[in-house]
């Protein structure tokens, strides 16, 4: 069974920054894809960034610039740094992990596995 420790999120006003972190254990594959999805009120899910278990990182193009993740593998957690917020990030981002094609990360649908999720919201 997949578990996952999520932690960050918050309000924070336009220009602003937080980190989340995602620590996810018990996943039984040596490859993997690790890191967050978004989804703001009537909308679908978005891929926002993931990092592979070889260093591999991945940003979609709403992010990129702006948003940073990187792992620390002596504690086994993963952790995305928002800087430049923007009112439009708002939304809930889940941290997942699972074994998927680098080519693929942005299908939110071949991820199984999803934590409950933190909302971010952006907003003066």
């Known amino acids: 069974e997949v578990q996952f420790v999520e932690s960050g999120g918050g309000s924070v006003q336009p220009g602003g920054s937080l980190r989340l972190s995602c620590s996810a254990s018990?996943?039984?594959?040596?490859?993997?894809?690790i890191g967050w999805f978004r989804q703001a009120p009537g909308k679908e899910r978005e891929g926002v960034s993931v990092?592979?278990?070889?260093?591999?990182?991945y940003y979609s193009d709403s992010v990129k610039g702006r948003f940073t993740i990187s792992r620390d593998n002596a504690k086994n957690t993963v952790y995305l740094q928002m800087d430049s917020l923007k009112p439009e990030d708002t939304a809930v981002y889940f941290c997942?992990?699972?074994?998927?094609?680098?080519?693929?990360?942005?299908?939110?649908?071949?991820?199984?596995?999803w934590g409950q999720g933190a909302q971010v919201t952006v907003s003066s």
């Open positions: 990092i592979g278990y070889d260093g591999s990182t």
């Open positions: 018990g996943f039984p594959r040596k490859t993997w894809l």
């Open positions: 997942v992990i699972d074994n998927v094609v680098g080519s693929s990360w942005y299908h939110a649908r071949l991820y199984d596995y």
